[in-house]
């Protein structure tokens, strides 16, 4: 693709809409400001002093990483992140402000309009009144219209549900004692929310003033709760781990109404949900999408000392069965790592299965992704998806080769799996579409895979080829047409920023080492075009307005306090005028 300049007739307009800006430099300290086209400047008092901090989401994985109804993890200059929400409904950030006994915590949300929406502030806990006073993590509504937060006991023990559209905050334990909530034991469904506290299992009606209630287990309590939750994809039912202990333990499952069930016979050591940033291949435990069956991990001693990781599946009803599907009857016995469980509708459980790497943390390697298919007759069969070790069905005796850790993505709205496998002869661009066996090679010879964005319908890669020279390039994979090259890069540029915009077009920045352009294509028509037709230093964040708008910032260092807007139709402006300095935070 040749990339053509825009026109820069335009340069001197002012750009529409609002901004939000954050006047510090990366990691410090500063005011959180919203600025008109006419640069006139709100900011709300919270705001005024504070440093971005980190923020998650429960239940985030690597390979859900684009789902359209949960978040996305977004790095910031300085360590912190956003979280991109659902439906194009902005994007959250958390900040600390103050110090000592005046410390300060909280939420705000940069809406689709571009402007600073403050959600939550609170005052610091602890002996001195510097520590958090809720959960880093946070659950998200399937539709990205309100989240649930967790404060914590210092701070009140409190359930919030924050509705998004109008920051108003509902308290769903108001009526109860300060409760010890657990860091990953938040979810928000549609209807329904649940909370997993020291004592179990609670959860709520979304309905003005309705309240937490205890989730009641059939026959006697379980004297242990894990302290993580996870959901089917039709919001109808929760699982949670629940036993003697986290040696001896079940999965309990239950919806918006009656008791838990505990299935997964008989109590084992389960590994947990397995979330980032904790689990690097996660998840280890997943519902159906009608949350009828689970799939879940354990961990159990190895011969010569260690533990091997194993991989199960069970009906959700009361007593059921598991089956075990990694058992020394289906896979060689030095398999000692599993992960990537996900529910493949109408075809049964995929996992990955292989050998655990070193990275922090650890995740799999020489590796490859099975299906378990139950008939109705009760008789399960295992199938080999991607065939690196060229054994098509059980016993799986040859050891496996693919190493995904550059990468490993589901396709949202297909089962299609996108990764790159390291292990490759020089690096592999593959792709797998369950429930058919083998792999498609995408694209041969690549050395790393070092960005990706979704554009709504394909995914967007930057990649590294492993050729002489090393060029970068863009790449996109659609489900239905396979591998287009976007751009060729020469060696040594690094794309930054790489993000969609809502109509599907990507921007970044095209960083050569010395200079920098800003790019924008367009993937289904072959298309882009640069900012400027000459270098200049930016700031490495792309945002979007709802319009499909690109937004990006000078460098201090290069103009001050100017940001500039590109329109979808070319113009380009600089906002505000007069220039006000800071960096942009992106709401899309």
């Known amino acids: 693709m040749r990339l053509s300049f825009a026109a820069l007739a335009l340069l001197t307009t002012t750009a529409a809409a609002d901004w939000t800006l954050f006047q510090a430099p990366a990691g410090g300290v500063g005011a959180v400001i919203g600025v008109d086209d006419q640069g006139a400047i709100a900011a709300a008092p919270e705001l005024a002093d504070v440093a971005l901090i980190a923020l998650d989401f429960v239940g985030r994985t690597r390979i859900e990483r684009f789902a359209a109804d949960r978040p996305r993890h977004e790095p910031l200059p300085g360590g912190a992140n956003r979280l991109v929400l659902p439906q194009g409904h902005g994007s959250l950030y958390a900040y600390r402000g103050g110090a000592g006994a005046q410390t300060h915590f909280g939420l705000f949300r940069v ?68 409760m010890d909530f657990e860091l990953e034991g938040l979810a928000l469904f549609s209807t329904w929310g649940v909370a997993l506290d020291a004592g179990g ?48 333990a079940r999965v309990a499952t239950f919806g918006a109404i009656g008791t838990a069930k505990l299935a997964s016979m008989p109590a084992q050591a389960l590994d947990g949900a397995g979330f980032l940033p904790e689990a690097a291949d996660g998840p280890w435990l997943v519902l159906s999408s009608d949350g009828t069956r689970v799939g879940y991990r354990t961990r159990e001693p190895k011969l010569g000392g260690g533990l091997t990781r194993e991989v199960w599946m069970a009906e959700t009803v009361s007593g059921a069965t598991a089956g075990h599907l990694t058992s020394d009857g289906n896979f060689l016995d030095t398999i000692d790592e599993v992960g990537l469980l996900r529910f493949v509708p109408g075809a049964g459980l995929m996992f990955g299965a292989g050998e655990r790497n070193n990275t922090v943390p650890a995740g799999l390697d020489n590796v490859d992704l099975y299906l ?103 790449v996109s994979v659609a489900p239905a047409n396979g591998l287009a090259t976007l751009a060729t890069l020469p060696e040594g540029t690094s794309l930054l920023g790489l993000s969609s915009a809502p109509d599907g077009s990507v921007g970044a920045i095209i960083d050569l080492g010395l200079s920098q352009w800003v790019a924008r294509v367009n993937p289904a028509a072959g298309t882009g075009a640069l900012l400027t037709p000459i270098p200049a230093s930016w700031l490495p964040v792309i945002g979007w307005t709802s319009n499909s708008d690109l937004r990006v910032s000078l460098a201090p260092s290069f103009l001050p306090g100017v940001h500039v807007e590109w329109s979808v139709a070319g113009a380009i402006g600089i906002a505000p005028s007069p220039a006000i300095a800071g960096q942009l935070l992106p709401a899309l």
């Open 201 to 248: 299992a609670n959860r709520f009606q979304r309905a003005p003033g309705a309240q937490l209630q205890t989730v009641a287990v059939e026959g006697a309590t379980p004297a242990w709760f894990g302290g993580q939750v996870v959901g089917s994809g039709d919001g109808s039912t929760a699982g949670v781990l629940a036993g003697d202990g986290p040696d001896a």
């Open 111 to 178: 809406t689709p309009t571009g402007a600073p929406q403050l959600l939550l502030d609170l005052p610091g806990i602890g002996a001195t009144g510097d520590a958090p006073p809720f959960s880093p993590r946070i659950a998200c509504a399937p539709d990205g219209t309100a989240i649930l937060i967790a404060t914590e006991v210092g701070a009140g023990g409190d359930l919030l549900e924050i509705d998004l559209l109008t920051a108003v905050a509902e308290n769903r334990s108001a009526s109860l004692a300060p």
């Open 372 to 474: 378990a298919q139950t008939a109705a007759g009760g008789t399960t069969t295992i199938v080999n998806l991607t065939l690196s070790s060229g054994d098509a069905v059980a016993p799986f005796l040859t050891p496996a080769t693919l190493s995904p850790e550059d990468g490993l993505y589901r396709l949202p709205g297909t089962d299609s799996i996108v990764l790159h496998d390291g292990n490759g002869g020089g690096g592999r661009l593959l792709a797998s579409v369950p429930p058919s066996t083998g792999t498609i090679t995408l694209l041969a010879d690549v050395k790393s895979l070092d960005a990706a964005t979704w554009t709504g319908d394909r995914l967007v890669l930057s990649v590294r080829r492993d050729l002489k020279p090393k060029l970068e390039q863009l």
